[in-house]
């Protein structure tokens, strides 16, 4: 099975900061690479597919990179809403795999 | 709009079993690999099941192999997991999503193996 590492596993930033979040995976998968956003109690939303592709919808602040083993998750300046936990999910094989996630909190 | 409604969960004892629905409505219902991942309590996600959109192939995790089975109705645009000998570790909110890379989630349904 292909494991996601994702890191960090939590950070605290403020509003308006830059803030990466980078995802790795034990062998190369391409680019079938998904970034989703979590809030409490609610379902995940797919925010990037194919490692860069924006979901329809999802603002531009939004942005991933990478490709094989290596991958990124940037919010280009951080606001209220974006506080919530990300994953890192790939697509390349089964058992589908996701990282561990990261939480994003008000420093 | 492409909408997914999970539904079927609840609490059963260990050993129990359960059959979980999701009603798709928006897109080609055929034309889609549709997907289970769960969530335990304060965990993380994890990927559950899937199943191709014509020809049914299925896949299960490790975890749920030989007691979960994934079935679809494409005439009545929606998927199925029935669960069997359930254990207290599959607790979880369970959630169907379209596709293998996830564009759409259900709200998801609860199940709580519990004694």
């Known amino acids: 099975d292909i494991q996601m590492t994702q890191s960090p596993s939590s950070l605290s930033a403020s509003v308006g900061d830059r803030v990466t979040i980078t995802c790795r995976a034990s062998q190369g998968i391409n680019s079938f690479l998904a970034w989703f956003q979590q809030k409490p109690g609610k379902a995940p939303k797919s925010l990037i597919y194919?490692?860069?592709n924006l979901q329809s919808g999802v603002p531009s602040k939004f942005s991933g990179s990478g490709s094989g083993t290596h991958f990124t998750l940037t919010i280009s300046s951080l606001q209220p809403e974006d506080f919530a936990t990300y994953y890192c999910?790939?697509?390349?094989?089964?058992?589908?795999?996701f990282g561990g996630g990261t939480k994003v909190e008000i420093k | 709009e492409v909408q997914l409604l999970e539904s079927g969960g609840g609490l059963v004892q260990p050993g129990g079993s359960l059959r979980l629905s999701c009603a798709a409505s928006?897109?080609?219902?055929?034309?889609?690999?549709m997907t289970w991942v769960r969530q335990a309590p304060g965990m993380g996600l994890e990927w559950v099941s899937g199943i191709s959109g014509s020809d049914h192939n299925t896949y299960y995790s490790d975890s749920v192999k030989g007691r979960f089975t994934i079935s679809r109705d494409n005439s009545k645009n929606t998927v199925y997991l029935e669960m069997n000998s359930l254990r207290v570790e599959d607790t979880a909110i369970y959630y169907c999503?379209?596709?293998?890379?996830?564009?759409?989630w259900g709200q998801g349904t609860l199940v709580t193996v519990s004694s």
């Open positions: 999503a379209n596709e293998v890379r996830l564009d759409h």
């Open positions: 999910q790939q697509y390349n094989f089964y058992p589908l795999t």
């Open positions: 194919e490692a860069s």
């Open positions: 928006g897109f080609t219902f055929s034309s889609y690999v």
